[in-house]
């Protein structure tokens, strides 16, 4: 008879265990930033139709094991590489909606060209994403939900979505306003309390994802994006309701996916059974593969000469915005001083694009550097000049070493002591307060800056707009050095800023060093 009550008793209390338990494979990637081709040999990407093919393997092999996959995107999709320039972003969000996500956030890079070009290719049905982000208001406008509820036999799983609210970027979206994420994000997932599984699905940055998993009560897990980060294991937040929740990442570029598997016994109640970040095989499909070869058919026609001219070779790979390496940076803004005839270029790394690859260098990696592009009529960032005094340059110099960031700077030196910048000098000569000097900047650091400190009313006069094409300008200080090594850079302009004290937002390797 005793054996009969603890029967039933189990029963009432296991019952979820027992009748809910179901296995979930979700499948994630991150900052893909329209890097389509397989380039493993050279940079480790994988490339899209690669990671397609994984995906469906992957997916195959769930519904042998009786297992419901889920596809998810955590955002920067799009701008990035030079590639998106292929029929003015067009391409991208085509091969987007190929891969089959069944959520995308919105990142900062996918609404640069601003929301009239978001909103387009939304109404078009090859272009058409299941983009989320919460934190977004008008986002019905844009046809960016806040979430979705998708479903998957007896799963009812709610994704809720959440993109950056740096005053860098938010302004490419305005009217439609972004929100600090925290708030909305929760209140999203507060209404689906019946969800088996609620999912953030952030593009915030590996900082702000544990901010979020400490803040808030309604989120089961977070997949995470922006920072690029490599998590090769859940990292575990306690929340201020005394629950784990674990966060993952799967770095940048599409060089490895994420691959989480749960087992879900009852609405917020799971297990993880196994998590990998994992190197994505060479088998292709054939069908992305295609298109892809076709949006780079559509890329070169933009240009009068090959994107595979030889223009300079490399005895190494320099990258551009990974802390240990910085002296690529020297090539990169003297090119934008020689370019303007400017006193002073000052730059920074975080803005470029990630590396210089080993071997012969082609036109194509020569944009690869700045591929950036705010508006379609240009077709990439242009240089942008302005007169400033001594004073207010060591102004911003100061500014930058605060930050903590990659920077870079031709026609000057310094030294920064603790957060102090000091001892500048410009063209071999102290600065001079009183004294007036040319400054060039790209596009999208003078832009980025003027959204923090008004840098264009209250350091310089009114920026004048060149026209110069910040990759031209790129392009032609490397077709001028035939050989690329630690010799022609020369040693770092700013001293005593080293590795050890770098805050490196957005750096591709803040875990490993980079292993490609």
């Not at 306003?177 to 599984?197: C, F, H, M, V, Y």
């Not at 088998?283 to 070169?300: I, N, P, R, W």
């Amino acid at each position: 008879m005793k054996g009969k009550v603890w029967f039933f008793i189990s029963l009432i209390f296991f019952w979820p265990t027992f009748g809910r338990s179901e296995i979930l494979q979700i499948l994630h990637t991150n900052d893909l930033h329209s890097y389509w081709q397989d380039d493993e040999a050279r940079t480790g990407r994988a490339g899209f139709s690669r990671i397609k093919a994984f995906m469906d393997l992957l997916e195959a092999d769930g519904n042998q094991k009786g297992w419901h996959t889920v596809k998810l995107d955590a955002g920067d999709f799009s701008e990035g590489s030079i590639n998106y320039l292929a029929r003015q972003g067009d391409v991208s969000f085509e091969l987007m909606h190929q891969m089959g996500f069944d959520a995308v956030t919105l990142g900062n890079h996918d609404y640069l060209t601003g929301p009239g070009d978001l909103k387009s290719k939304q109404h078009r049905r090859q272009t058409q994403l299941p983009l989320i982000a919460a934190n977004i208001d008008d986002g019905d406008d844009l046809m960016v939900a806040p979430g979705l509820i998708i479903y998957r036999g007896k799963l009812r799983i709610a994704v809720g979505g959440a993109t950056t609210d740096s005053p860098l970027y938010k302004w490419a979206l305005e009217p439609a306003k972004i929100t600090d994420p925290d708030g909305p994000l929760e209140n999203w997932l507060s209404l689906q309390r019946n969800a088996d599984l609620r999912i953030a699905l952030t593009h915030i940055g590996l900082p702000a994802d544990r901010k979020l998993a400490k803040s808030t009560r309604y989120i089961d897990l977070i997949i995470g994006g922006h920072s690029h980060t490599v998590m090769d294991r859940p990292e575990y937040v306690l929340n201020d309701h005394r629950r784990l929740v674990p966060i993952v990442q799967t770095g940048a570029h599409g060089r490895f996916l994420g691959r989480l598997v749960l087992d879900i016994m009852a609405p917020g109640q799971y297990r993880i059974l196994d998590y990998q970040v994992l190197k994505i095989p060479t088998h292709e499909d054939l069908q992305m593969s295609l298109a892809v070869k076709s949006g780079l058919k559509d890329l070169q026609s933009l240009f009068p000469v090959a994107l595979t001219t030889p223009i300079s070779f490399s005895e190494k790979k320099y990258y551009t915005h990974y802390e240990g390496a910085p002296i690529i940076g020297n090539l990169l803004a003297d090119s934008i001083r020689e370019a303007t005839n400017s006193d002073v270029a000052y730059d920074s790394g975080q803005l470029y694009g990630e590396l210089l690859p080993e071997g012969p260098i082609t036109l194509y990696d020569s944009y690869e550097l700045t591929p950036h592009v705010y508006d379609w009529n240009k077709s990439g960032w242009t240089l942008r000049t302005c007169t400033i005094s001594g004073f207010s340059l060591k102004m911003i110099f100061q500014i930058g070493a605060l930050s903590r960031t990659a920077m870079y700077v031709s026609g000057a030196e310094f030294r920064v002591n603790g957060f102090f910048v000091t001892d500048v000098k410009v063209a071999g000569r102290p600065i001079e307060d009183s004294k007036n000097y040319k400054l060039v900047m790209s596009e999208g650091l003078s832009h980025g800056t003027n959204q923090f400190f008004e840098l264009d009313s209250k350091l310089c006069f009114p920026w004048e707009e060149t026209g110069i094409l910040t990759r031209d300008a790129v392009a032609s200080k490397i077709m001028k050095t035939p050989i690329i090594n630690d010799k022609v850079l020369g040693p770092r302009r700013i001293h005593g800023l080293t590795s050890k004290n770098f805050k490196c937002h957005n750096c591709p390797y803040p875990k490993r060093n980079p292993p490609y």
